[in-house]
Each structure stands twice: as C-alpha cells, then as structure tokens.
C-alpha cells in the first residue's frame, strides 16, 4: 500500500480565525487541489474566502508551492514531493538599475557631511550616493503606521524632498504604532505633526504636504514631480489607485502592508517587473480582508515593515543592492520568520501588460466594490432597534430586556454592557 507523503500548509494571520487559529496544517496529499481540499474539508469556514462561487481560487488569494505561484506551475494540479510546503499569501501591495531622473547638482554642506559621515565612510554610499539622496525626491502615501518610521528614516538618510499625502488628524489610538507622534500631538493635523517633527530631526531636508485625500483627479498630478512613491495606504481603491498611477507615470512604488502580526514588502516597477495587479488582479470583496482598525495590529510591526520600506527606497536611490523587484517578501512576527517569494509578470496585467485595458485612472471605490455604510434601518427593521437611551429607560422600568453581545470573548474583556450574555 502506497504512503502519501504529508505536505503542510501555512495559513496567514487574517485567515486563522477560519481554519481553528491554526498557523499551519498538515494533510497527505500529492497535489495542491488535494491538499486545499482536505483543508477546507476540515474548515468549511476557510472555503468561502479561497474560493468563489464558482469553485476556482478567489484572484487575491495567491498560493505558493516553497517560492513558486501555483499559477505559474500547473495550477491546483501542481504535484507535491515529500515535505512540500504550501503557503496561502492573500492581499492585505542581479542588481536593477536605479529609476530615471532629472541630474540636479547637490553638494553637502560641512555640517552634512559630519551629519551622514556613517554613510560616506561606506564605499557602497560613498559621497556619491549621499548625493544622490540629497537630489532624490520621495513621496509617502500615509502619514500612519507605515509613514512614519518611513519618513523618519528617510529624512535621517537625508533624502532631500519628501512629500507627505494625509489628510487624517492624530487620536490616541495611534500612539501605540505611529512613532512620529507624541501624546502632545493628539488633534493636530497628522501633517503638521510630521513636517514639524521631520524637519527637527533633519533641517537639511525640504518637506512638502499635500493635505487631500488621493483620488483618481489628483493623483497624477501630485506623484508625477516625485522619483519614488512609497505605498503606505490601509486600503484596496488607495492602494490600486497608487498601483495604476506609478504605471502610468513609469515610477517605482515601494509596496508594503501589515495586519496582526503579519507584514509584506516588495517593489512594484513595471519598467523593470511586475506591479501590483501581477500580483493581485482583482480586490477581495468589501469586508472579507478586515483592516487594522478592525483586526488590530501588533504596535512594532508598522516600524519593522517601514523600516525595510525605507531600506528599498533608499536602495533604488543610490543604485546599490538587489531590491524586490519580482519578489514579495513576507515576515511572521509570531514565528519571528521571513520568507521571500516569486513574483512575475502578467502578460495579461490589464495595467502593465503589452496590451493594457487600463491606460488612465478609474473609479477605484467602485473598482473595489466600496459603498457608502447602509443606515441601520436598512439592516434590522425598526422594531428591533434600540438605543442606548432607550435601554436605560426599559431598565429603569423593570422590563431589563435580554442583550446579546455577539463579538468575540476577547473583545468582551475590554468593555461590556452589564447584564448581557
């Protein structure tokens, strides 16, 4: 009797809550369909978020065999060896030559050069490359988790220009991952908390804001005067909206996101790789992908994930190193590992295919299937409403109606009504 070899599979974080919190699950199988199968066959849950109605793999659910996309293999019918690890990435976006730019003459002042000596002494950086640091002009995409350990290393790096697009004021949750803040800043606007403090740390610098939301009619007009574009968006129109725009201008966009303990980077450059779409054609549906608003996030992911981001910029600037371009790096702060996977190009990509569909920007809430939240009488019937107010009258009457406090238990430790179930 033949004995079919066990192949694991690792479940990300935004997944585990389907699958009995499990991070992995091993079955005998010998072929990718097989194991998926007896997967979800043991978390029906887990189905519906791998698969559509259909029964084919959702678009932004990516499957990996060690580096390999299934989609590049044969697909759920890729054979499995013995010890075969499979890893579920869904989206939560040599040496290459560094991108075009105009040549703009710098020079470093006595007081830059003993401010960057740690990276003039590295041929590698040299005054060359601090140089180009100086020219170079990066623009960031969020001033949150993400932007903020990114703006803060790259204005210590002396980048000389870098522009800031947020139109979000400081509360309190942010203080427990957004490092550029202080409590003291709490309801000021996010970028003249950021300027004033980027500004401190390095007064060489020049900081530009542009206090909007980015839409499909501003876009362009705000990435096109910068080098580089950093991606630290928490959301799927923001982040298709920047994809498409950095194809569109041929501009690299350093990529990065993070949910729970789990975190991604890559560089999407389609003059020289693949772009986001690559990597995930079409957006999960609203809801199914929950934010970190709603998921939450471990406090120091956002600066180790920045942190790299700005690693990757800074890279591309000087023209030194293997960015990842083509390749998606994951990191599982639980498991405190990295994994580096392929990524290629789409000759169908309808951005940055030969044949594009998409050649100018779209309406990117519709694209991701974002609608305005429906009012609550659109959901339960009038009749089984009640308001905090009300409650307190029936209590008071001696009614006490049952509650039902349907989060989870964790969720209930942190506050509940008294008296609920």
Not at 75 to 85: I, V
Not at 187 to 195: E, Y
Not at 226 to 240: A, C, E, Q
Not at 286 to 294: K, M, N, Q, R, Y
Request: proline residues 8%; hydrophobic residues 40%.
């Amino acid at each position: 009797m033949t004995t079919v070899a066990a192949a694991t599979i690792f479940i990300p974080t935004a997944l585990r809550g389907f699958a009995g919190g499990n991070a992995s699950y091993s079955v005998p199988a010998t072929t990718v369909g097989q194991a998926l199968s007896q997967l979800t066959a043991e978390y029906p849950d887990l189905r519906k978020h791998l698969y559509n109605d259909e029964g084919k793999l959702r678009s932004f659910v990516n499957i990996y065999v060690g580096e390999e996309d299934i989609r590049y293999l044969d697909g759920e019918d890729t054979a499995l060896s013995a010890g075969a690890e499979l890893t579920i990435v869904p989206s939560i976006a040599g040496g290459v030559s560094a991108p075009e730019r105009q040549t703009v003459q710098t020079t470093l002042t006595s007081d830059e050069i003993l401010r960057y000596s740690r990276h003039l002494i590295m041929p590698e950086v040299a005054l060359s490359g601090q140089e180009k640091l100086k020219a170079a002009s990066v623009l960031l995409i969020g001033a949150g988790g993400l932007g903020s350990p990114l703006g803060l290393y790259l204005a210590a790096a002396g980048v000389g220009t870098i522009g800031i697009v947020d139109s979000d004021v400081v509360d309190f949750t942010n203080l427990q991952r957004q490092v550029m803040y202080v409590t003291s800043d709490v309801g000021t606007p996010k970028l003249d908390a950021a300027s004033a403090r980027l500004r401190d740390l390095n007064p060489h610098i020049t900081i530009n804001t542009h206090s909007v939301r980015l839409t499909s009619e501003n876009a362009l007009d705000i990435l096109k005067d910068y080098d580089i574009i950093v991606d630290g968006t928490d959301n799927f129109p923001t982040r298709y909206l920047v994809n498409d725009a950095c194809v569109i201008l041929g501009k690299p966009n350093v990529y990065g996101s993070i949910f729970r303990f789990e975190g991604q980077v890559s560089v999407f450059y389609a003059k020289e790789g693949p772009c986001y779409r690559c990597l995930y054609p079409e957006p999960p549906p609203p809801g199914l992908v929950p934010s970190c608003a709603e998921g939450g996030v471990l406090g120091i992911l956002p600066g180790t994930v920045g942190a790299m981001q700005a690693t990757e910029t800074i890279k591309l600037i000087v023209g030194i190193g293997d960015p990842l371009i083509g390749r998606l790096l994951r990191f599982d702060a639980l498991g405190m590992r990295f994994k580096e996977y392929k990524l290629r190009k789409d000759p169908h990509c309808p951005v940055c295919g030969p044949n594009p569909t998409v050649t100018e920007l779209i309406d990117y809430a519709e694209f991701c299937g974002v609608t305005p939240e429906p009012k609550p009488t659109e959901i339960v019937a009038p009749e089984w409403q009640i308001t905090p107010t009300e409650l307190v009258a029936e209590r008071l009457a001696g009614k006490d109606p049952l509650v039902v406090d349907v989060r989870e238990p964790h969720e209930y430790e942190i506050c509940a009504i008294p008296g609920s179930v």
